[in-house]
């Protein structure tokens, strides 16, 4: 077994095929890497999206073991890219502008706004049967696609930065761009920057969530192209009563 990828809302299994070879998992929850490591035994494992409110998150310390037992883990645009600029230090592998962006507390090329809320990922989706599809829009997207609007004198900064002020502050299940157009008029924003933002966002709106898994898959596929050996550790794993009693409920 090579590669297994936690992918869900951002990116389907089915457009993730052709640029890497895997083992194609649902969103990662707690307990899922210890259970992948142990069962299918990957050279490395990418993690994409992973669950939040519902279940509990996939854990930093299953991470850390696998990373102990030698299993590369990369990191990128969800869930997969909080964990991987969390544990960067101890060697999981972030790619992509959104990992950069929680790991230097900024999004690059969109202002200097603190970005560090889990909440700039995250979004509603359906279930497995519908292919996961997302019900709203990730703020990251929203920022990017407003920053690339200013770029392109869609609208201007001031329209840009209270229109992220907006989405910012609706709650995450309920973003959409719809819904960000129609508060922006409410409030009374330039109806002629709105009318030209409504008419760019078919073309012009960014998945950045999107592009960094992407991102992942192909930089996965040419680190398992060299035929790496197995991670090497830089830390001691520390086996916690707290970490024992997981176990008898991974293994469960």
């Excluded at 609208?155 to 995450?172: E, H, P, Q």
């Excluded at 998945?207 to 192909?218: H, I, P, Y």
Aim: aromatic fraction near 8%; proline fraction near 5%; glycine fraction near 8%.
């Amino acid at each position: 077994m090579r590669a297994c990828v936690y992918l869900g809302p951002t990116l389907a299994a089915v457009d993730a095929a052709g640029a890497l070879e895997a083992t194609w998992l649902p969103p990662a929850k707690q307990g899922d890497v210890y259970r992948a490591v142990s069962l299918l035994r990957p050279r490395a494992i990418g993690i994409v999206d992973g669950y939040f409110r519902s279940v509990p998150s996939v854990w930093h310390k299953e991470i850390l073991w696998a990373m102990h037992h030698g299993v590369h883990v990369f990191g990128a645009a969800s869930m997969g890219a909080l964990r991987a600029a969390e544990l960067a230090p101890f060697g999981m592998r972030g790619i992509g502008r959104i990992f950069e962006a929680f790991r230097d507390g900024a999004l690059a090329r969109c202002g200097d706004e603190p970005f560090e809320d889990d909440d700039e990922v995250a979004v509603v989706h359906g279930p497995a049967e519908l292919g996961y599809v997302a019900g709203s829009e990730a703020m990251v997207n929203i920022r990017c696609t407003l920053a690339d609007a200013q770029a392109a004198a869609v609208i201007d900064a001031a329209t840009c930065l209270r229109l992220a002020s907006i989405a910012k502050a609706m709650f995450f299940p309920e973003r959409s761009y719809e819904r960000l157009l129609e508060q922006a008029r409410a409030v009374g924003l330039c109806v002629s920057q709105l009318a030209s933002l409504e008419a760019w966002l078919p073309a012009g709106r960014v998945n950045q969530k999107r592009a960094d898994a992407l991102a992942m898959l192909e930089a996965l596929r040419e680190f398992l192209a060299t035929d790496p050996a197995p991670a090497a550790a830089g830390f001691a794993f520390e086996h916690t009563t707290l970490w024992d009693r997981a176990l008898a409920q991974m293994r469960t």
